[in-house]
């Protein structure tokens, strides 16, 4: 039986750490070998909070940044890393050319997901949707 495959985009994966009811249910309910991140998700999602933590804040707001911080890297160990390998990095070429008004790091995620036959979650379907032979689904609604 092939299992499908989900990869998380970083919109995504922020709802289900606020604890989005929507996407939390839809995750609960796919089995965890289904679930992947792409490196690329990964890189942002700790960008952001490492930016975050080298701000100048309150401590009580460190607190909470770590905590954040914590169940990110939590939620990446818990999920198979989907990685930019050669096969990503020639089909991110591709829709480089293609795809010129799309973002750097949106066509790795996409090349990733294409290359591993991924359906890519995210709500950012209006862009990734023009993108020929990519799945997206918005888990969100």
Same mark, same amino acid.
Do not use: C
């Given at each position: 039986?092939?299992?499908?495959?989900?990869? %998380?985009?970083?919109? &995504?994966?922020?709802?289900?750490?606020?604890?989005?009811?929507?996407?939390?249910?839809?995750?609960?309910?796919?089995?965890?070998?289904?679930?992947? #991140?792409? &490196?690329?998700?990964?890189?942002?999602?700790?960008?952001?909070?490492?930016?975050? #933590?080298?701000?100048?804040?309150?401590? +009580?707001?460190?607190?909470?940044?770590?905590? +954040? %911080?914590?169940?990110?890297? +939590?939620?990446?160990?818990?999920?198979?890393?989907?990685?930019?390998?050669?096969?990503?990095?020639?089909?991110?070429?591709?829709?480089?050319?293609?795809?010129?008004?799309?973002?750097?790091?949106?066509?790795?995620?996409?090349?990733?997901?294409?290359?591993?036959?991924?359906? #890519?979650?995210?709500?950012?379907?209006?862009? %990734?949707?023009?993108?020929?032979?990519?799945?997206?689904?918005?888990?969100?609604?």
């Amino acid at each position: 039986m092939n299992l499908r495959l989900y990869a %998380f985009d970083s919109d &995504i994966v922020s709802l289900l750490l606020r604890g989005h009811p929507v996407v939390t249910s839809r995750v609960q309910a796919t089995p965890p070998a289904a679930r992947a #991140l792409p &490196i690329v998700t990964a890189q942002e999602l700790l960008a952001g909070w490492l930016a975050l #933590l080298t701000r100048q804040q309150p401590p +009580e707001v460190y607190v909470t940044v770590y905590a +954040e %911080f914590r169940r990110a890297l +939590e939620f990446a160990r818990a999920v198979s890393l989907l990685d930019f390998d050669a096969a990503a990095a020639a089909e991110y070429e591709r829709l480089r050319r293609a795809y010129r008004r799309l973002g750097t790091n949106d066509l790795r995620i996409a090349a990733i997901a294409l290359t591993r036959g991924a359906v #890519l979650l995210t709500r950012n379907v209006s862009d %990734f949707s023009t993108i020929a032979g990519l799945r997206v689904e918005d888990w969100s609604k």
